[in-house]
């Protein structure tokens, strides 16, 4: 599969070579880790180093970390099994929950069964135009019952970064559990649980160039939480059921690679999206760009671009199709009966019509800055064809 | 699928064919029945034109803005009447018709009503013409 | 890793041959499966190709079926999404729950959760000296407020088969829910859902020569049971997270490997039993099994062996150490505190001093005949070497 | 860990040496000294017999019942005042004891109470012998 024509990093990344080959190394040790003959301790040690190179990455002690199947079990472990070891499920008196309304479905539908399931209260917190949740309206909202809360580090879709460390701080000082869920950061910008002192923090290692089912949990030293996968004594007795361990080897390698280039492709990141944002200005009407105004605020691999006029669902199938382009969008066909528009953007209070309109770019490292020029080109020629078919109809 | 990063749908090869390379994407300025159709819901809209005479379809041309399926549904439509006699298109089946855009995906099935009010449209032009 | 020595497959089976060339396979198509672009369709295609020959497997249809992170996810998910479907977790009048005392521990941990978090009632059956837990046990447990029995469909330590489809057909018509840890059972022996009538019923590849960290629940067509993992769409909206596409490519190809040999694995082990547990009555003084008198009851894998007077975690030890051979225990040095016994063996009535006598045996695909004599003479070497060592003492 | 098949520690270099090739586990004939002691949790026993003439332990021997790791603190303590003078022997710091069997995993550390008590009981075979 060729990668020029890639712009979506955001959704998965394809593996780096040092995790297929760490894959390959590890399926021949088939040991379960949890023997203690001495074959398994092979896989065994093999858990412990990748747990020291992904620590690393997330900025942490080993010991901090839990394997999961990725984000999202990670994410609910991180919230159900906060609230319950808080008592706050499993008693008649319901606590209070607060999220930003950008996050990730995993956070958001875990807040609605908590709702639905156990009568919780749940402030769901709309970010501001630029797509930022401060810590002032986190702490507008806080009550006396309020028991955790979950904001993300880097929005998906526009790539806004959250002040997290000053709602760290906020959260810290009352007692109230922070989860961070660090999906989109962890392994694409520079990220240190320690510094910004959350509680939990969860992570995909298919995100940063590992493979797809495996990511993890960091944990506070201290904490502890109840688990989500109740069973044997995995993980410290934290996650039953033998370990994926030939995909934990690939991402501890994939940790120990991606954090050596970090800086170097942060850097290069930045420059790519002035490049490609200045090349579609000048080659495509009508583009605007939703997002922070501060490019400090946002990470520098996502674009979230709106051509004004454009059915952007059209054009990326015309992406898609004609060029092997792929990018992925703020709003789809759903149905007859509703349309289907990006939560982030409308939170952020974007138009219906501009959410139609709306691409979100994002590109990683394997990007290469003649693939910038291609796409761009592509994309004004789809812009084009797709001007020509609509100028004579309303819209 | 709320809180996901949000995707265009897969498409058969008909849909492909007829978004990419829409050969009946244009204007005709001199047209003898004309209509513009949508889906509130959705937004998209279709509008076609056609030049018919001695009950033939000399031509037929759309404009579209919608989704990569809508695009195509105008395509389809008119490539299957242009050229032809209205009283051999008014023979289309409703078979034909549900089958004319080739598998879709749930979400575009709504593509389909569109193409269904376009050839119930071919009807009332042809009463008066009679 | 050489495989002559392994007899430990009921913890974890080497990879087949298929399964890693699936795998590798699919490590290049990186698609996420839930993108629509044209690329994304090839994992979308291999996942649903994988579904149909775990479907073959597991004896149900590809709709039935939702793929996890191992067994232990899915014995969670069975578990505690039922119940919160059936409204009891979340809900102030506690229902009852019954579990065999041989389950896993993955089962016994969710039991206790239940119990500690929200209050249920749950009864664990004993099974009989055999190992077996009858449908007249089930039913003579059962309470106006049950909502949900799970038994396991093979135990892990001594290999009984449990009667689950009389109990299925108990159970169907009160309207409780049945679940099954078909952990030890699905690609081992002929498994087949429909047939056995249950609701829901977990599975696991690593234990049929498929990778670790995947496998799946069936749910029976017409229930739904609310998620574990909250999250997309991915899954029908059952199961979020990205999928493990690489890792359910491979236990799609295990799964097809293992049913077209699975009838004559099933003779060849019966046959390896036979030959197995004469020789070691033969070679090794003092030797028992325990586990149903009647074979029809037991996997052919499974060996649960004591040794009268010998120390089997000593033996153990001698057999890795000397001789490359994997077993594992009934019995575990714990602390100073508490000796660790198998909870199986206890609930099936075996003495303490008879418990710390036992090694499990289990064998697999590619265990050879003659593997089995070089066990026996490691056995019996070992034997002598300990009671050697201890005949002057106590024991 | 409720539930898991049970499994043998992982052992040291030190531990699987002693045994899987105990040179000292036979029995003397004639001792001078001996002893026998044991884990009531977990009942393994370690008995040593000594034969010790003008305060030299001319031979230590044991024998054993028990875990891999207790099989090998009998070998051990053998070993380490095997045709030693009992005076040397008594020298031995609580340092060197609690490292002679090499890095523990919790659950083998109480083994190591077992080695004290064999250290500790040498201190009374001196006693009287003075
Ligand atoms: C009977 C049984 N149930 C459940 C499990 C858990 O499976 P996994 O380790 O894949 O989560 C196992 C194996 O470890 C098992 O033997
Ligand atoms: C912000 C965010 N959180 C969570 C997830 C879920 O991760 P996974 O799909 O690995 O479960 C994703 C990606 O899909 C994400 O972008
Ligand atoms: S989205 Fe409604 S017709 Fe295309
Ligand atoms: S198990 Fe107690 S000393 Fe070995």
């Known amino acids: 599969m060729s990668l020029q024509g890639y712009f979506d990093y955001n959704a998965t990344t394809p593996m780096c070579q040092q995790a297929i080959d760490a894959l390959n190394g590890a399926l021949f040790d088939f040991g379960n880790p949890s023997s203690k003959y001495s074959l398994a301790n092979i896989s ?44 706050s499920i499993g008693n008649a008196q319901p606590a ?22 156990f009568g919780f209260e749940v402030t769901r917190i709309k970010p501001n135009a630029d797509g930022i949740v401060s810590a002032k309206a986190v702490e507008a909202v806080l009550r006396p019952n309020t028991q955790l809360v979950s904001i993300m580090l880097v929005n998906n879709e526009v790539g806004t970064i959250q002040p997290v460390g000053e709602i760290s701080t906020l959260l810290r000082a009352r007692g109230i559990h922070f989860h961070v869920d660090g999906v989109q950061a962890v392994g694409k910008i520079h990220v240190n649980a320690h510094e910004l002192g959350v509680d939990t923090m969860s992570f995909a290692a298919h995100k940063f160039y590992g493979p797809k089912g495996v990511g993890g949990l960091y944990v506070r030293q201290g904490l502890t939480i109840e688990p989500l996968l109740h069973g044997g004594d995995q993980e410290g007795g934290l996650r039953g059921g033998t370990e994926a361990v030939a995909l934990i080897v690939a991402m501890g390698a994939a940790a120990e690679a991606i954090y050596a280039v970090l800086p170097e492709l942060v850097f290069r990141a930045a420059n790519y999206r002035i490049t490609f944002s200045r090349l579609l200005i000048e080659y495509v009407p009508g583009v605007s760009f939703h997002g922070p105004s501060d490019p400090e605020q946002q990470v520098p691999y996502t674009l979230s671009v709106c051509i004004d006029g454009i059915r952007a669902e059209a054009l990326a199938a015309i992406l898609d199709q004609m060029h092997g382009i792929q990018v992925s969008l703020g709003s789809a066909c759903a149905n007859n009966k509703t349309v289907s528009l990006s939560h982030v953007l409308v939170a952020m209070g974007v138009s219906e019509r501009a959410i139609k309109a709306t691409l979100r770019v994002s590109f990683g490292q394997y990007t290469e800055e003649q693939d910038l020029k291609r796409f761009v080109d592509a994309m004004a020629q789809g812009v084009r064809s797709l001007q020509r078919i609509s100028k004579a109809v309303d819209h | 699928m709320p809180g996901c990063e949000l995707r265009a749908d897969m ?57 990569a399926t809508s695009l195509a549904t105008g395509n389809v439509f008119c490539a299957c009447i242009d050229g032809k006699p209205l009283s051999v298109v008014l023979d289309t089946s409703n078979d034909d018709i549900e089958t004319m855009l080739g598998e879709l995906e749930p979400s575009q099935h709504h593509c389909l009503e569109m193409l269904r009010a376009l050839f119930q449209w071919l009807k009332q032009i042809h009463a008066p013409a009679k």
Chains 1, 3 share one sequence.
């Open chain 1, 44 to 87: 065994k040690q093999r858990l412990e180093n990748a747990r020291r190179q992904v620590a690393r990455l997330v900025g942490c002690d080993s010991s901090e970390l839990t394997f999961t199947s990725g984000g999202t079990e990670a994410n609910n472990w991180a919230i159900k099994g906060t609230l319950t070891s808080r008592g």
């Open chain 2, 11 to 67: 498409f058969n090869e008909i849909i492909v064919k007829n978004f990419s390379d829409p050969a009946f994407a244009s204007e005709l300025d001199e047209a003898t029945a004309s209509i513009e159709i949508g889906n509130p819901v959705c937004g998209d809209r279709i509008r076609v034109q056609l030049d018919v005479t001695d009950g033939l379809i000399k031509r037929a041309r759309y404009q579209a803005w919608g989704c």
């Open chain 1, 96 to 117: 209070h929950v607060i999220v930003s309304s950008i996050e990730h479905s995993s956070v958001l539908e875990i807040a609605s069964y908590l709702e639905r399931v």
